[in-house]
């Protein structure tokens, strides 16, 4: 038979085991919430890097498509309408009305006129506005 301290003893022995395991357990509890935390982290920036590739491709296209649409539309217009809209300096996809023609031929003829500038060939001027001429004719034959 044991003797009384050899039970507490053994007792002493078998929560110090038992108190042994449970650390062990929490350690390996705590490493594996750790490694599920990375791999959520790391699915996490995967996501976004996907995401972020997929929106560049679509930009990539989006920017073909627009380049594509200019150079459609450069084929459509005419080129008297293309040196008008470069003299009176109306960029090719705006839209032109009366009103924008107007303003554009305002501004460059302050830049163009023959007495505010005399450096400057006066039939630059005369183009000028031949050019705001046949733009306002061509949106008058439109409407």
């Not at 062990?24 to 790391?42: D, S």
């Not at 080129?79 to 032109?96: H, M, N, P, V, Y």
């Not at 302050?110 to 007495?115: F, G, N, S």
Request: charged share 45%; net charge positive.
């Amino acid at each position: 038979m044991k003797s009384k301290q050899q039970r507490v003893e053994q007792k002493a022995r078998a929560r110090a085991e038992c108190q042994r395991n449970h650390e062990t357990h929490q350690r390996k509890n705590a490493e594996k919430r750790e490694r599920t935390f990375q791999l959520r982290r790391e699915r996490q920036e995967i996501e976004k890097l996907r995401f972020a590739l997929e929106e560049r491709d679509r930009q990539a296209v989006r920017d073909l498509m627009q380049q594509d649409a200019k150079n459609q539309w450069r084929k459509v217009m005419d080129d008297k309408e293309k040196q008008a809209r470069d003299l009176l300096g109306i960029a090719w996809d705006q839209s032109i009305t009366e009103a924008v023609v107007k303003a554009f031929a305002r501004d460059r003829s302050k830049e163009l006129h023959p007495d505010q500038n005399p450096e400057i060939d006066p039939q630059r001027y005369v183009q000028m506005m031949d050019a705001r001429d046949y733009l306002l004719e061509q949106i008058k034959k439109a409407s």
